[in-house]
């Protein structure tokens, strides 16, 4: 903006009359009341002259009044303007923003209060930010008659504010790509966001995700739920486990972690982030283990963390093992220690004080005070202990001792204590305060701020030659604070420093900036000029900054999986130790590297057309297998996750890679591949073989049979037509020869439904066993030969009837086939819950089997009895054998030669 354009002939008339009003020397007489802006300016003129703060003043017409020095090096830096007086404000200000800045201040000529926030280039090329105030200036008749301007440099605010969003983001890029779930919550558990591994952990999407509460993805236990809640209203943060439940409706146990988020006050906003993991192998792992922990701790604790017995001097005589939990000691470990030794020093007084009340009176619970204890790793616990004198009992004759960890209630009670202390600290915020001060701590003026401040805290109105100091109202420390400041600046010393102060002139429990200067006349120091802002919102800003670098730190560098930072060019920036782990070189190597260095060269284009697609924004993220070459050149094999980080103006910054071995995954793969190729030869082998199978099956029910049809159809015509002309050795060597044949054509037959076994499809239903049996004993006469066959409460499995009505009736058949010839048959079926599967037992009275046989029984063709002896073709118990495989389950029998048998079969359920 040029100064020649804007300047006007009335601000050449009139500078040299303004001049002279501003020359003008100000008078303090607390009496006089400012009727005029002339009169305003001569009151502030040596605040404003010392001020580091820009301070403009203009009439209702918007011609500038006056200005500070301050004001007038700002435009001479940032624009090359010298500001004159009597010139329109609007003449000095960008063509873009006169209008805007017109409406401004026609409202705060209404009596309206505004707050501007401008960027403006600095002459080295960097933008800085300045936030302009707006007051309606009011004369002793309450009319407006001009507006003061004050102009503040919130660059450093700025700026951190930007680095602290930048920061987020980073973190964010962690979180959503993170290996564990991740959940944005309200208060009342309505979810707002999840990351997408919540999503591929649960089932459902995002937008599903977003109608659902925490009870309905979580199995909801009121105890347990409870105890969280009260552990996050205490602390902020709670951490444990708790059963999830899948968009199925599977349940599995999860692992959690949850945080309030809290404003920049440190008060809860009510929203919760949450970490959850799947812990389902882990648990399965631990059950076993924890169940063992737990029958034990039911022993030894009875409604308290640990118990100990004490000797007279401290020493542990027993000590339960919860003592590792609280204190991190081994038993035996903690045996050698003593109770006076492990307190801290400053709460021995009330341990001792306890110790001696319980010697004092035997068999009374002696409640000691809560005291701390060292920890073994160095720290202090907070314990509280219940001492009871048991010297006089035997089987004791000891102290007893019941503690129990109370350190996060002490914690919690301290920063709840805390909290209220703050809380009744905190007065209203208030506007930069800016007074001049006499050699005597008198007031010479003060801006509105710093009247409405002092007026807050004392109760009156202050005015010029009023004592700052006064002790009726303020303790000695806050006067003796600021009569220090106040002696060094009236010794000549111009400062500015950051002071945490309570009290008047700041916020309580703030920090404040403070800026004095003294004011000289005739090379005398006449008095001081004081400025003071809060600057609490920027400590908090820098604060949290370094907490968000923190977290990020820590999310990084203790991951379970190899991370990294990569340029753009794939330089490592930064690694954390578990990458270094996968591929065996330093973290400084690393940094020394490339992806491209690292990465199996046939693996390498992929991944960088993966990295392009990043650039160029057609992905968010990708997700690929590849190899890498590990320090020792052996090849690896990882799932590696990739996001790029840019600038909030969209610049792409770096890229977040997450790094996973899976090694062993894909050599597993590479075995089943191998595996599934030999099964799938194998199944070849045995379609082949079934062909052979299905032909013989045909050659024996069609060609076999014919020629035996045949022989018994001769046969008995020879017998018939020359039987008179036979003889009897000759009829007996025709029933032999016919006999022969027919038992041929049963073996064949037999032989032809044991080749069908397994080959037929049968329909897959729920059999009830009780009217398998009940239907086999129906179509028999076995009743009429007095045999005796009991069943009862026999389940309904899942199988094929027809099959499994063969096995009950063959297992039937041979018990009474096989019974004592002087003893009638019983024959007792059952069967037994073995949880995944049924076992039934088909028991008899007979005759028995030599344990040497109990396989062979089982093979085709196989007798134990010569024909004459007991019928059939030996292949019975073969097709038996085979129809319970084909469901899955095993036949075995259970015997001694004499004593009957019991044949066992298991259906799975």
């Known amino acids: 903006m040029k100064q020649g354009t804007l300047m006007s002939n009335k ?16 008078s303090f007489n607390s009496s006089d009341k400012p009727g005029s802006l002339q009169e305003l300016e001569e009151s502030l003129n040596l605040l404003m002259v010392n001020t580091d703060e820009c301070l403009l003043v203009v009439d209702c017409n918007l011609d500038i009044v006056t200005c500070n020095q301050k004001f007038q090096e700002l435009y001479d830096v940032y624009f090359g303007i010298k500001i004159i007086k009597g010139q329109s404000v609007l003449s000095y200000v960008q063509p873009e923003r006169i209008e805007i800045l017109r409406q401004v201040y026609k409202k705060v000529l209404e009596g309206e209060k505004l707050e501007t926030e401008i960027q403006v280039p600095a002459p080295d090329g960097s933008i800085s930010f300045f936030l302009n105030k707006f007051k309606p200036i009011y004369n002793t008749e309450h009319t407006i008659v001009g507006a003061f301007v004050s102009s503040y440099d919130i660059t450093v605010n700025k700026k951190t504010e930007m680095a602290l969003r930048m920061s987020e983001e980073k973190y964010h890029y962690i979180v959503e790509n993170a290996l564990d779930g991740f959940f944005f919550s309200e208060k009342d558990g309505t979810l707002l966001d999840a990351n997408k591994t919540s999503c591929d952990m649960f089932g459902y999407t995002l937008e599903e995700f977003k109608k659902l509460k925490w009870h309905d993805i979580i199995v909801y236990d009121p105890e347990v739920i409870a105890k969280y809640v009260e552990e996050r209203h205490k602390t902020g943060k709670a951490r444990g486990e708790l059963m999830a439940i899948h968009k199925s409706g599977r349940h599995f146990p999860c692992e959690f972690s949850s945080i309030f988020y809290k404003s920049s006050n440190g008060k809860n906003e009510g929203n919760i982030s949450t970490f959850i993991s799947d812990i389902s192998e882990r648990k399965k792992a631990e059950e076993e283990k924890e169940l063992r922990e737990k029958r034990f701790a039911s022993l030894v604790e009875h409604g308290a963390d640990g118990v100990a017995i004490l000797s007279t001097t401290g020493i542990p005589i027993y000590i339960s093992p919860s003592i590792e939990r609280v204190l991190g000691y081994t038993i035996e470990e903690s045996l050698t220690l003593d109770l006076f030794s492990a307190t801290h020093p400053d709460d021995m007084k009330y341990v001792q004080a306890a110790w001696v ?14 005291a701390r204890i060292r920890h073994k790793d160095g720290n202090w616990r907070w314990i509280e202990g219940v001492l009871i004198n048991m010297l006089h009992e035997p089987g004791i004759e000891g102290i007893v001792n019941n503690f129990r960890d109370v350190t996060t209630k002490v914690l919690a009670e301290q920063e709840k204590e805390f909290e209220r202390r703050d809380k009744e600290a905190l007065i209203n915020n208030t506007e930069d305060l800016i007074w001049s001060v006499t050699r005597d701590f008198r007031l010479i003026a003060g801006n509105r701020s710093f009247i409405e401040s002092m007026r807050q805290t004392t109760g009156i109105m202050l005015v010029s030659g009023d004592n700052l100091l006064m002790s009726e109202y303020f303790d000695h420390r806050f006067i003796e604070f600021w009569r220090a400041l106040y002696l060094r600046g009236l010794s000549g010393e111009s400062f500015k420093e950051e002071a945490y102060i309570s009290g008047l002139l700041g916020t309580e429990n703030s920090w404040i900036e403070i800026s004095i200067n003294p004011i000289i006349d005739n090379s005398e120091i006449t008095g001081l000029a004081c400025y003071s802002r809060n600057i609490t919102r920027q400590k908090t800003l820098q604060d949290s900054l370094s907490q968000s670098e923190e977290q990020f730190r820590a999310s990084f560098q203790f991951s379970a999986i190899g991370m990294a930072i990569v340029s753009l060019e794939g330089k490592f920036l930064t690694v954390n130790e578990r990458l270094c782990h996968i591929t065996g070189y330093s973290q400084d190597e690393l940094k020394s ?5 690292v990465t199996h060269p046939d693996d390498l284009e992929s991944d960088i057309k993966a990295m392009d697609d990043l650039l160029s924004g057609q992905k968010e993220m990708y997700q690929i297998e590849k190899r890498y070459i590990h320090k020792d050149r052996h090849v690896l094999w990882v799932l590696i996750a990739t996001s790029l980080v840019r600038h909030k103006y969209g610049e792409p910054l770096h890229f977040v890679s997450q790094i996973k071995d899976i090694t062993q995954r894909k050599r597993d793969e590479l075995h089943l591949l191998a595996l599934n190729l030999s099964l799938n030869q194998r199944a070849e082998q045995l379609a082949s073989t079934n062909a052979e199978l299905e032909q013989f099956a045909y050659i024996a029910s069609h060609d076999l049979q014919e020629p035996l049809r045949m022989i018994t159809g001769f046969l008995t015509q020879l017998d018939k037509k020359y039987k008179d002309q036979l003889d009897d050795k000759a009829k007996q060597y025709i029933n032999f020869a016919v006999d022969g044949a027919t038992r041929m054509r049963t073996i064949i037959l037999d032989l032809l439904e044991y080749s069908k076994i397994g080959r037929k499809e049968y329909d897959l239903d729920w ?37 499994l009505y063969q096995v009950m009736q063959n297992l039937i058949s041979n018990a009474i086939k096989y019974r004592k010839k002087e003893e009638e048959p019983r024959i007792v079926i059952s069967a037994i819950d073995n949880h995944k599967y049924w076992q039934f037992s088909v028991v008899d009275n007979g005759i028995g089997i030599d344990s040497q046989f109990f396989e062979k029984i089982f093979v085709l063709f196989q007798r134990l009895h010569h024909k004459e002896e007991y019928s059939g073709t030996g292949i019975g118990l073969a097709i038996c054998k085979k129809i319970i495989e084909n469901h899955n389950g095993k036949i075995w029998v259970e015997s001694e030669y004499g004593k009957g048998s019991a044949f066992h079969f298991i259906i799975n359920k």
Do not use: C, H
């Not at 010697?359 to 619970?365: E, L």
């Open 357 to 370: 009340e319980m010697t004092q009176n035997p068999g009374k619970p002696i409640l000691g005070q809560v």
């Open 11 to 26: 601000i050449t008339q009139n500078e040299s009359s303004i001049k002279r009003k501003f020359d003008t020397k100000p």
């Open 767 to 803: 059999v009830n066993m009780n009217e398998v049996v009940q239907e086999i004993v129906q179509k028999n006469i076995w009743q009429d030969e007095g045999v005796q066959i009991e069943w009862k409460d026999l389940p309904v499995i899942y199988g094929a009837k027809l099959p």
């Open 593 to 597: 590297l490339s992806f491209q260095d």
